[in-house]
T-cell receptor, first 116, second 113 residues
Framework: NAGVTQTPKFRVLKTGQSMTLLCAQD?????MYWYRQDPGMGLRLIHY???????AKGEVPDGYNVSRLKKQNFLLGLESAAPSQTSVYFC???????????????FGAGSRLTVL | SQQGEEDPQALSIQEGENATMNCSYK?????LQWYRQNSGRGLVHLIL?????REKHSGRLRVTLDTSKKSSSLLITASRAADTASYFC?????????????FGQGTTLQVKP
């Protein structure tokens, strides 16, 4: 199994350009998440989804939009990129959100985005 | 704001020594998890401890949880050069059933051969 696959792995954008990061999981996980990782900041949650057709805001949602049209895919969009969005983006998924341990996250390899 | 704070931020030890990392958090939790990240890679789950558990073991890993102090520690025994990585604690807030995890800033561990 591939697990969680993110595309693209690297991208350079100019300020104001738009782009979409794609996350795909083949584990039939219900929940999916987008995090960003910046030096000294750990991981911060951007948006998440608790099922197909649902999305919700995380800790740092401004400047991003998401869609979960299919259970296996979770898209992260930047409508007008800004230098502050230069970061490494990680997608993750989990079987569910309960306390039984089903909220263990499986991460993708990351997408490094630079906005000039 | 970040839920977890990790200490130390960086740790350098010799192969064979034990490594201890600490994590403190602010609010009640359902469970606490530890993840590992090798340079340039995604995070990998190591171990989960529930709020009603005090200690858990997995191979060379030992995790403790003290909910009264809102803190956890990760002990890696007999470290190897391959253990060189960043380690993150992540908490699942008690009031949330969304599966959201809040990550600490991480501890960077270097194990010298």
């Amino acid at each position: 199994n591939a697990g969680v696959t993110q595309t693209p792995k690297f991208r350079v954008l100019k300020t104001g350009q738009s782009m979409t990061l794609l996350c795909a999981q083949d584990m039939n996980h219900e929940y999916m998440y987008w995090y960003r990782q910046d030096p000294g900041m750990g991981l911060r949650l951007i948006h998440y989804s608790v099922g197909e057709g649902t999305t919700a805001k995380g800790e740092v949602p401004d400047g991003y939009n998401v869609s979960r049209l299919k259970k296996q895919n979770f898209l992260l969009g930047l409508e007008s990129a800004a230098p502050s969005q230069t970061s490494v983006y990680f997608c993750a998924s989990s079987y569910s959100g309960g306390n039984s341990g089903a909220n263990v996250l499986t991460f993708g390899a990351g997408s490094r985005l630079t906005v000039l | 704001s970040q839920q977890g704070e990790e200490d130390p931020q960086a740790l350098s030890i010799q192969e064979g020594e034990n490594a201890t990392m600490n994590c403190s958090y602010k609010t009640s939790i359902n469970n606490l998890q530890w993840y590992r990240q090798n340079s340039g890679r995604g995070l990998v789950h190591l171990i989960l401890i529930r709020s009603n558990e005090r200690e858990k073991h997995s191979g060379r890993l030992r995790v403790t949880l003290d909910t009264s102090k809102k803190s956890s520690s990760l002990l890696i025994t007999a470290s190897r050069a391959a253990d060189t990585a960043s380690y993150f604690c992540a908490t699942a807030p008690y009031s949330s059933n969304t599966g959201k995890l809040i990550f600490g800033q991480g501890t960077t561990l270097q194990v010298k051969p």
